[in-house]
């Protein structure tokens, strides 16, 4: 298992962009961003492996947010544009070491401490 420390977070109004940082401490298979909103499950947001840059995305996001990588830096990137009210959140970066369910947090085995996105309207 690896370390993964995100950064990034802050406050911005709707329809701003905001870049969320995650660095790893080592070689993963995937890296996945999920977020979590105050009474509500944490949810998947977008993932990226780690070989062939393949990604994947929440319905929710699609079009909005950009999910990147840089292998030499360990580091993924989450570029978010056209920000809504509805994606304020706690957002962490986790790790997986195997293929399977890219939106299933319980697949996951590393996870960052969370940076806060809030989104004012």
């Known amino acids: 298992q690896v370390q993964l420390v995100e950064s990034g977070g802050g406050s911005v109004q709707a329809g701003g962009s905001l870049s969320l940082f995650c660095v790893a401490s080592g070689r993963t298979f995937a890296v996945g961003w999920f977020r979590q909103a105050p009474g509500k499950e944490r949810e998947f947001v977008a993932a990226?492996?780690?070989?062939?840059?393949?990604?994947y995305y929440a319905d929710s996001v699609k079009g909005r947010f950009t999910i990147s990588s840089d292998n030499a830096k360990n580091t993924v990137y989450l570029q978010m544009n056209s920000l809504k009210p509805e994606d304020t959140a706690v957002y962490y970066c986790a790790a997986r070491y195997y293929s399977g369910n890219y939106d299933y947090a319980r697949e996951y085995a590393s996870w960052g401490q969370g940076t806060q996105v809030t989104v004012s309207s």
């Open positions: 990226i492996r780690s070989s062939g840059s393949s990604t």
